[in-house]
């Protein structure tokens, strides 16, 4: 490693000297300077409850705030830290840290345990994080874990699995009486399954460059390291049958969809069974026939967007049902019951046949398929992409190969749309076809979705 220059010396004598327990800007603890006398000196905290330090690549002044009544404060006396940039209030975790990592070993190829054993644990060590694993054995064990547990003990959530078992924490989290303060715990994930949609996202958005497997993990676990939590945006899901679910990464009906789950047998393979899964899908591309609704992100009226409000909230409207003995969960104000037309304000889509409809609030559709560039953690926006009938294969091969570069809107092909909306219906027509949420199946029946802004938080780089 290289020594450090005069100014990364002074920046960092100033970090320690106001008792900041770790920076995610400083190298791993193995690396720092001692101070003098051979140990980091044990100080009292500052009487000034803020401080200011600047972040020389960034070029902008970061806020730390170490005010428990602001930030909240660790039972074992360690203080939280904060600061916001841009608007957006980020967070930093303490020093020492407590994790509790929930892994899948059969996620993936199966090498979730091995991996996180030979990456992940050295480096988390490093980074005086201390960790618990957690092994699921069955379907839906980490919801029920999450939705049991006291979370107290813990500073953060870490899931080693793909997307599916994160879906399954983040309905755990949700049924819990005190959703609203479990939400505040932040979660992390570390790559170890097949798709690896939000762990791709994630590093997108550090600025980081394309990689996959090992290379990817690596780089989430570094993210871990650093500390550094956002808001992120959720998506209330309603169904026909009543039943409701919270989405962090998408929504889809036809073509992706069927890749997604008609791809399951081929698991092993790892990210390649979506490419097997979708030449198979292109042999015997089907056409779905439904009805499509959206309101435009652009166009609420009589109410100013406001992405940092919190969520109302209020009773399960018609068409959702809360589980038994919660909480009043958030209200989706902006959508009507099912068994009622859209308001007059939504966009209702004149095409009624599709091969594919997919709402995307993450910017990765998997680890090698950039959907959505424009996507961020909380920004208040579902990507809703759909595709009419008539597209030819070769055409459609050719918007998931240039997905791969993130450049499948400058084909300019007639068939695919893209639009930015702030809540969706879909109607399909008989119960033809797979749905699929985070990756996981659903029946097909009609369903709609509403954003909800900086609803919970999760480990990032930016």
């Known amino acids: 490693m290289q020594p450090l220059g005069s100014s990364e010396r002074r920046k960092n004598r100033f970090i320690r000297q106001q008792q900041l327990p770790w920076h995610p800007f400083l190298p791993p603890r193995r690396y720092r300077r001692p101070l003098r006398g051979g140990k980091e000196e044990e100080r009292s905290p500052p009487a000034a409850p803020r401080r200011c330090v600047r972040e020389t690549a960034a070029g ?15 039972g074992d006396g360690a203080a939280t830290l904060g600061f916001h940039c841009s608007g957006v209030s980020y967070g930093l975790l303490p020093r020492p840290c ?67 078992l994160l879906h399954e924490v983040l309905n755990g ?64 899901l309603s169904t026909a049958s009543g039943k409701r679910f919270f989405s962090f990464l998408g929504f889809g009906w036809g073509f992706i969809a069927d890749v997604d789950i008609d791809s399951e047998k081929y698991r092993r393979l790892g990210n390649a069974r979506f490419t097997l899964g979708t030449l198979q899908c292109l042999v015997r591309l089907r056409v779905y026939q439904g009805r499509l609704s959206y309101l435009p992100a652009a166009t609420e009226p009589g109410t100013p967007r406001d992405r940092k409000a919190p969520a109302r909230r209020a009773a399960p409207t018609a068409g959702t049902e809360a589980p038994s003995g919660h909480g009043a969960l958030p209200a989706d104000t902006l ?6 037309p859209v308001p007059p304000h ?49 055409a459609l091969l050719k918007i998931f190969l240039a ?45 709609q979705g509403q954003i909800h802004g900086h609803m919970c938080r999760v480990v990032t780089a930016s």
């Not at 958005?205 to 990817?216: M, R």
């Not at 090698?368 to 008539?390: E, K």
């Open 173 to 236: 989290l949700m049924e819990r009486p005190d959703w609203e303060e479990a939400l505040q715990t932040p979660l992390c994930i570390l790559p170890g399954g097949s798709g690896n949609a939000l762990a791709a996202s994630i590093n997108y958005y550090a600025g980081n460059d394309h990689v996959a497997k090992k290379k990817l993990l690596t780089n989430c676990t570094f993210i871990l390291c650093k500390g550094l939590h956002a808001p992120m945006d959720l998506v209330s």
């Open 403 to 447: 997905m791969g570069r993130g450049t499948h809107l400058d084909l300019n092909c007639p068939h695919l749309h893209c639009v930015p909306v702030r809540a969706f219906r879909l109607e399909p027509r008989g119960s033809a076809g797979i749905m699929t949420v985070d990756g996981e199946a659903l029946a097909c029946e009609p369903v």
């Open 346 to 394: 939504w966009v209702v889509v004149p095409e009624e046949e599709f091969v594919c409809v997919y709402a995307i609030y993450q910017s990765h559709l998997g680890t090698n398929l950039l959907m959505a560039p424009a996507a961020r953690l909380h920004d208040g926006c579902i990507h809703l992409f759909y595709v009419g009938a008539g597209i030819s294969r070769v």
């Open 60 to 74: 902008k002044w970061w806020k730390r705030c170490r005010s428990p009544a602001s930030e909240g404060e660790r």
């Open 98 to 164: 407590r994790a509790l990592v929930l892994l899948n070993p059969q996620s993936g190829a199966g090498r979730a345990l091995e991996d996180f054993q030979a990456v992940v644990q050295p480096m988390l060590a490093d980074a005086d994080i201390a960790a618990t694993v957690f092994v699921t054995e069955r379907p839906h064990h980490a919801q029920e874990k999450v939705r049991d547990e006291d979370l107290s003990q813990w500073d953060v959530l870490v899931v080693m699995s793909g997307d599916g």
């Open 335 to 340: 959508l009507v019951p099912l068994g009622q």
